[in-house]
């Protein structure tokens, strides 16, 4: 039971992280609200940007499933790595996170058999974003 109210104050502070990025886009702070989203990943998951960057999606799911994330704390990873590089440009930086965006929610779908509305549409972006960069 301890743990379960853990898992969720962690969630919720998260939630309320990803709240003020999006407020912090909406204000027209791009680049704070990037920044909050990339330091928030390396404080709540322990994932520096060299590790994004360098990390190939296997690698990456491989170490999400050696840390037994719950769905849920995924989920916001999988946030936070797609806010992190929204709106998307071309770079090496926003590739990586996209891919490994794509990763968890394959992960999330897989092993966890959970999919949202919210998360497909996340994929149909970054697959329309990823597919365009093959045809150039």
Do not use: W
């Not at 912090?24 to 920044?35: C, H, Q, T, Y």
């Not at 394959?106 to 990823?130: A, G, M, P, V, W």
């Amino acid at each position: 039971m301890i743990r379960k109210d853990f898992i969720e104050a962690e969630i919720q502070k998260l939630a309320q992280v990803l709240a003020k990025i999006l407020r912090l886009k909406n204000d027209g702070n791009v680049d704070d609200a990037k920044e909050l989203s990339s330091q928030t990943i390396v404080d709540s998951f322990g994932l520096t940007e060299d590790e994004l960057d360098s990390l190939s999606p296997e690698e990456f799911t491989d170490r999400l499933r050696e840390q037994k994330y719950s769905a849920e704390k995924l989920d916001m990873l999988a946030q936070f790595l797609f806010e992190s590089v929204y709106p998307f440009e071309e770079t090496d930086e926003t590739f990586a996170a996209l891919n490994k965006t794509a990763a968890i929610l394959n992960l999330l779908e897989t092993d966890y058999h959970q999919q949202s509305l919210q998360n497909i549409s996340k994929r149909e972006q970054i697959d329309k974003f990823l597919n365009n960069r093959q045809y150039e």
